[in-house]
T-cell receptor, first 114, second 115 residues
């Protein structure tokens, strides 16, 4: 079964600093990978997705992620954090063979400090 | 384009009571999903519909949870009787699932508290 592991349930950065949220996947074949953001009392919003095309994926709000097969990783980065980035971030995996079932990680709460 | 609608947004019930949640997906989306998100965890898929039919309900506790999607549009998720461990946010999502358009769009969720 496919799964993702998010390292660090809480990450704190200063405003303007680099954001790095870690996600490692477990799958026998490279899957489709996603990052979602969840603001308080809201549903999940897709930030970006990897679907076996370019390994460096750019998403909304200045976020990007790089698929590294050798490291089975799909870490999320943003060069300069903004206060509005404070939220919970979820990595998710989907099999490429269809079915569209997403399996989510446990999430990383990002705190941005002045 | 209107998003996924859910109601109610909040619900507080006592254990052993019943509760129902409603979801209206984005117009034209064939696939509808119900997720359970317990505090501190990622969402877990409970059931997936494609049009009227169930695609996956392997993680639905069928002794107390039920779901239906009449006419392939709206859906309801019911819990009867509720247990304390059912306290969670219940998220509904929908997707078009045509070509490469499989992105899931999420509603705001229903926060259930069982006391």
């Amino acid at each position: 079964a496919q799964s993702v592991t998010q390292l660090g349930s809480h990450v704190s950065v200063s405003e303007g600093a680099l954001v790095l949220l870690r996600c490692n996947y477990s799958s026998s074949v490279p899957p489709y990978l996603f990052w979602y953001v969840q603001y308080p009392n809201q549903g999940l919003q897709l930030l970006l997705k990897y679907t076996s095309a370019a390994t460096l994926v750019k998403g909304i709000n200045g976020f990007e992620a790089e698929f590294k097969k050798s490291e089975t990783s799909f870490h999320l980065t943003k060069p300069s954090a903004h206060m509005s980035d404070a939220a919970e971030y979820f990595c998710a995996v989907r099999p490429t063979g269809g079915g569209n079932k997403l399996t989510f990680g446990t999430g990383t709460q990002l705190k941005v400090e002045l | 384009e209107a998003g996924v609608a859910q109601s109610p947004r909040y619900k507080i019930i006592e254990k052993r009571q019943s509760v129902a949640f409603w979801c209206n997906p984005i117009s034209g989306h064939a696939t509808l999903y119900w997720y359970q998100q317990i505090l501190g965890q990622g969402p877990k898929l409970l059931i997936q519909f494609q049009n009227n039919g169930v695609v996956d309900d392997s993680q639905l506790p069928k002794d107390r949870f039920s779901a239906e999607r009449l006419k392939g549009v709206d859906s309801t998720l019911k819990i009867q009787p509720a247990k304390l461990e059912d306290s969670a946010v219940y998220l509904c999502a929908s997707s078009l699932d045509q070509g490469y358009s499989y992105e899931q769009y999420f509603g705001p969720g229903t926060r259930l508290t069982v006391t």
